[in-house]
Each structure stands twice: as C-alpha cells, then as structure tokens.
C-alpha cells in the first residue's frame, strides 16, 4: 500500500470525487483545511464571497468526517497566517510522508506552493473537475492566429456531444442563438420568486465570524442567500430549471429595476467551488430542452456559458499567466474612484449595478461587462485597480475566471487578444436593455449639455483618443466613420463635455 498522504483541500476545491480526493482512502490518508488570514485578505473580498466558502468548508469537512476521513480543520480562530503553516501543522499531527494537493485556480497561489519548503514530498493532481485540460487547450490555440470562443465552444460541443443531432451537427442548424438572446426588459413577464437556501447553525456562526472579522468589506450579511453545501446547491439548480430557464434565453442580457437576479441561474459560485459539476449542469439543460421545456436559444446560451466560455476564460488564464495581468494595452491609468465601494452616483444603471454587486456579491455578465466595465473602459481606468475591484466584489470571482473577463472583455487591455472589438455602448444601448433610464436624472438621447447621459459623450471620446488603435478594426469601421463624419466644431464640443464629465466624475472624494 502506498505511504498515507496528507490531503490539502482548498476552498474552491469542494468535490470528493474530482482532484486529490479522488483516490483518497478513508482511514489511511488525512485531510487538511484550513481557514486562513492570507487568503481571506489577499483583496477586500465581498463578505458574502467569505462567508459562503468558510461555511461550505465546513460542511464540506463534516460529511468527509461522516464518510470516515480524519479532517484536520483549522478555523479562522485559530490565527493560522497562511496554508504553508496549516500544512506544517497537518504533517506534524499526522505524521504523514506526503502532501498531496490539486493544483489551485490562481497563478499566485500555484507560485507559492511551488515555494513551500517542506519535510516531505508534495504530489501534484490536476483539476480535473474542468472539461478542457491545460494541455488540451494550449494544443486547440497552437498556431492560431486568433482565439476566439466560438471556434473553442464548437470543439468542445463536439467533444462531449452536447446540443449535436445524429449526424453529429448543431441542433437547429446553428451553433449559435445569441442574436435570439438579447430581449431588453419592458416589464413583459412576471419574475417568479427565487428560494433562499436555509440558513443552518454553521452557516450562522460564520455569519457571526465574518461579520467580527471583516467590519470594513462590502456584503450585506442581513441578505445572505447562498447554498453551502450540494445539496442545497442542488436545489437552487433545480430551481432554475423548472422555473428560471424557459426565459433565461431571452432576458439574459435584460436588466431590471425590479430584480437582481430576474431568470438567471445563479449557480457560477456552485460550479468554481465544486458543488455542482459543469458537465452535469449542461446535460441536464440538454435533457430539459429535448422534454419541450424550454427553447433552443435558451438552452444553447446556457451552455455555451458553461461549456464553452468558463472554459475558454481558464485556458486564456493558464495559457498567458503570469504576463497576461501586466497587459495595459490602451495605457488606461485613471485612478478607480471612490464611489466603486459605495455605488454613490448619479448615473442610475451604474448606481444598481454597483449597489447590487456591494451588498450581494452578485450582477450578471451584462452589468458587469456593459454597465460597470463599460464605464471603467470609456473613463481609461487603471486597468490593476479595476482587475483587483472585480476580484474582491463578486462571489464567483477567482483569478482564472476574474483576470479574462476583466483585463480582456471589459477593459480590451490585452490589444484585442480574446474579443475582436472592445465592448463600448452609448447610453442607447444601456436604455435598450432596461428600465433603468427612466429612473435616471440623466436623457440616453443627448450627448453634451446638462442632463446628457455621461456614457454618450465618454463613448465618443474613447474612440477619438484610441483612434490609432481602432482605425483599421473592421468591426469599429462604422463607429469610426460616424464620428469623422461629424463637423470639427460638433466633434471639439463633445471632447470638451466629455472632458469636463471625466474632471466631474473621477474627482476624488466625490462618491
């Protein structure tokens, strides 16, 4: 038999079938987990993004208990600094001859494990609980000229035969129905109301414990509405399914006053923790669409979702790291403003967004991308600042998903690496895609002038000052044309109003 191991078990690694759980021997082999200082405060983490791990580490050590497994646990009470000094203390108590872990999510954490200086082997597992392995993408992106997602979902639909008929080709015809997926919110259907998991005496006491700990971090803790275990991640999905999914499709890129979560699944913090596997959350989409119960468009944007953008957004992150982070195409450098950590502004889509995301940890890919990242990229923000932003305000955000999304879709600070044109909009879009305007002291229909919508005039000026950078991409040609086609004196009007916009918006201490 093979010499017992000591088994490290991050937060983000909750799956007793994947990674360095999948062979382990009860009774043999010794767990550890802990819950340290170091990794609680690496950025100002949203409380409930703290608070959901520590309380689903801890349910996750009671049932590898119940299942027979010694589990060294070491709480945050304990005053461990940092997981080298967990692991010294788990070999010390086990007197186990290895430490085996699989590998973690974020290159800074691979980086100093790498630099552990132990008294014992430490063996290394992938993460097998990802569909496209590092090396299986890294050989998909060889001597490609361009990585675009879609080619990547394509290979990955055909891998695992997800939405494909007989033959082997895409259901309906097409790959892709994101065109039938962008329905704005008018107030045309009924939200139906979204089950909040129960809150049990572990997940209380860590309510309690974060709350002691972190005073200054954002998160509402009054609202905490998160599952902690499969189980209730389970149901959450289920829920989804049966209620959420026949017109997530439509409304995924809709926002509303009314709701934050309107039909989307909430189930990306399941999934990047471990408590529901990618694989199975598509088929059974896959399964609901094929019982009529709900639309092909809707079916295939959720998979694509899943199947073909988390996983691209990883192997985007593993295959460029640790340079990808230092990436600053458009020399973005305007500090982030204060009103980030409080959403106190004006500009009632941003304000909704930023509110949203502070107090629940949560805003859909449409807020973050086209309202909050939209705002930071028009503005020039300092692109570290607001990577570092995104990473600690959002449940779901760890490094490997966060950085991508960010530094490469937000800001276009990689020069066009992951998206073919940066994501910019106007006021007309935001006004499109929701209600928000009309609560918004500020008209999507003007450009300069008091009460013109901030993003009108921004969206104009950042194509003026990236000219060079825009002027030969084909998918701006349009944008570029319009804004040369107006009159010298219209185009030194809107660059002096967005000026004095910027001046008023970034001033420090305004929020």
Same mark, same amino acid.
């Given at each position: 038999?093979?010499?017992?191991?000591?088994?490290?078990?991050? $937060?983000?690694?909750?799956?007793?079938? !994947?990674?360095?759980?999948?062979?382990?021997?009860?009774?043999?082999?010794?767990?550890?987990?802990?819950?340290?200082?170091?990794?609680?405060?690496?950025?100002?983490?949203?409380?409930?993004?703290?608070?959901?791990?520590?309380?689903?580490?801890? *349910?996750?050590?009671?049932?590898?208990?119940?299942?027979?497994?010694?589990?060294? +646990?070491?709480?945050?009470?304990?005053?461990?600094?940092?997981?080298?000094?967990?692991?010294?203390?788990?070999?010390?108590?086990? $007197?186990?001859?290895?430490?085996?872990?699989?590998?973690?999510?974020?290159?800074?954490?691979?980086?100093?494990?790498?630099? /552990?200086?132990?008294?014992?082997?430490?063996?290394?597992?992938?993460?097998?609980?990802?569909?496209?392995? *590092?090396?299986?993408?890294?050989?998909?992106?060889?001597?490609?000229?361009?990585?675009?997602?879609?080619?990547?979902?394509?290979?990955?639909?055909?891998?695992?035969?997800?939405?494909?008929?007989?033959? $082997?080709?895409?259901? $309906?015809?097409?790959?892709? +129905?994101?065109?039938?997926?962008?329905?704005?919110?008018?107030?045309?259907?009924?939200?139906?109301?979204?089950?909040?998991?129960?809150?049990?005496?572990?997940?209380?006491?860590?309510?309690?414990?974060?709350?002691?700990?972190?005073?200054?971090?954002?998160?509402?803790?009054?609202?905490?509405?998160?599952?902690?275990?499969?189980?209730?991640?389970?149901?959450?999905?289920? /829920?989804?399914?049966?209620?959420?999914?026949?017109?997530? %499709?439509?409304?995924?890129?809709?926002?509303?006053?009314?709701?934050?979560?309107?039909?989307?699944?909430?189930?990306?913090?399941?999934?990047?923790?471990?408590?529901?596997?990618?694989?199975?959350?598509?088929?059974?989409?896959?399964?609901?669409?094929?019982?009529? *119960?709900?639309?092909?468009?809707?079916?295939?944007?959720?998979?694509?979702?899943?199947?073909?953008?988390?996983?691209?957004?990883?192997?985007? +992150?593993?295959?460029?790291?640790?340079?990808?982070?230092?990436?600053?195409?458009?020399?973005?450098?305007?500090?982030?403003?204060? /009103?980030?950590?409080?959403?106190?502004?004006?500009?009632?889509?941003?304000?909704?967004?930023?509110?949203?995301?502070?107090?629940?940890?949560?805003?859909? *890919?449409?807020?973050?991308?086209?309202?909050? %990242?939209?705002?930071?990229?028009?503005?020039?923000?300092?692109?570290?600042?607001?990577?570092?932003? +995104?990473?600690?305000?959002?449940?779901?955000?760890?490094?490997?998903?966060?950085?991508?999304?960010?530094?490469?879709?937000?800001?276009h600070a990689d020069g066009g690496f992951m998206a073919s044109k940066p994501y910019a909009a106007s006021g007309k879009y935001l006004q499109r895609q929701g209600n928000h305007c009309a609560s918004c002291r500020y008209t999507p229909s003007t450009i300069t002038g008091p009460g013109a919508c901030p993003f009108n005039s921004l969206y104009? !000026?950042?194509?003026?000052?990236?000219?060079?950078?825009?002027?030969?991409?084909?998918?701006?040609?349009?944008?570029?044309?319009?804004?040369?086609?107006?009159?010298?004196?219209?185009?030194?009007?809107?660059?002096? /109003?967005?000026?004095?916009?910027?001046?008023?918006?970034?001033?420090?201490?305004?929020?």
């Amino acid at each position: 038999m093979d010499a017992a191991a000591l088994i490290l078990i991050l $937060g983000d690694q909750l799956d007793a079938s !994947h990674g360095a759980l999948k062979e382990a021997r009860p009774g043999v082999d010794t767990i550890v987990m802990a819950e340290v200082k170091e990794e609680a405060s690496y950025v100002r983490h949203n409380r409930h993004k703290i608070a959901f791990i520590f309380s689903a580490m801890r *349910h996750f050590r009671d049932a590898l208990r119940k299942q027979g497994f010694r589990v060294l +646990y070491y709480p945050y009470e304990s005053g461990l600094p940092s997981l080298q000094q967990a692991v010294q203390s788990g070999l010390l108590e086990s $007197g186990a001859s290895k430490v085996r872990c699989c590998e973690p999510g974020e290159h800074r954490l691979l980086r100093a494990m790498q630099s /552990w200086q132990l008294t014992v082997p430490m063996e290394w597992v992938a993460d097998d609980r990802f569909l496209a392995s *590092h090396e299986e993408f890294a050989s998909w992106a060889k001597d490609r000229k361009q990585l675009r997602m879609e080619y990547f979902y394509r290979t990955m639909r055909r891998k695992y035969r997800i939405l494909l008929d007989e033959d $082997g080709k895409p259901e $309906g015809g097409k790959w892709n +129905y994101d065109n039938e997926n962008r329905r704005g919110w008018r107030n045309r259907d009924t939200i139906p109301p979204r089950p909040r998991s129960d809150i049990d005496a572990i997940t209380e006491e860590v309510i309690e414990l974060v709350s002691r700990e972190f005073p200054d971090n954002p998160g509402d803790l009054n609202r905490f509405y998160l599952g902690v275990t499969a189980a209730q991640a389970e149901r959450q999905f289920t /829920w989804f399914i049966e209620n959420g999914l026949p017109r997530f %499709g439509k409304y995924q890129d809709a926002m509303a006053e009314e709701s934050p979560w309107l039909f989307h699944a909430l189930i990306s913090m399941y999934l990047n923790v471990g408590l529901l596997d990618p694989l199975n959350v598509c088929r059974r989409v896959e399964r609901a669409w094929r019982e009529g *119960h709900c639309d092909l468009a809707a079916a295939e944007g959720f998979c694509r979702q899943v199947l073909g953008w988390r996983e691209y957004v990883r192997g985007i +992150y593993w295959l460029t790291a640790p340079e990808y982070a230092t990436r600053n195409t458009l020399n973005a450098d305007k500090p982030l403003p204060d /009103w980030f950590w409080t959403g106190n502004t004006d500009l009632r889509c941003l304000q909704m967004a930023l509110r949203q995301t502070l107090e629940l940890g949560y805003a859909h *890919h449409i807020q973050r991308l086209m309202v909050i %990242g939209n705002f930071a990229l028009l503005s020039g923000l300092n692109v570290q600042q607001v990577c570092d932003w +995104y990473l600690a305000v959002y449940v779901d955000a760890f490094e490997w998903v966060e950085l991508p999304n960010t530094l490469g879709m937000a800001l276009h600070a990689d020069g066009g690496f992951m998206a073919s044109k940066p994501y910019a909009a106007s006021g007309k879009y935001l006004q499109r895609q929701g209600n928000h305007c009309a609560s918004c002291r500020y008209t999507p229909s003007t450009i300069t002038g008091p009460g013109a919508c901030p993003f009108n005039s921004l969206y104009w !000026h950042f194509l003026h000052r990236n000219a060079d950078q825009f002027d030969a991409n084909a998918r701006l040609a349009l944008a570029m044309k319009n804004w040369q086609r107006k009159s010298k004196v219209d185009q030194e009007a809107i660059i002096k /109003w967005a000026d004095t916009e910027l001046d008023r918006l970034l001033a420090p201490g305004r929020g």
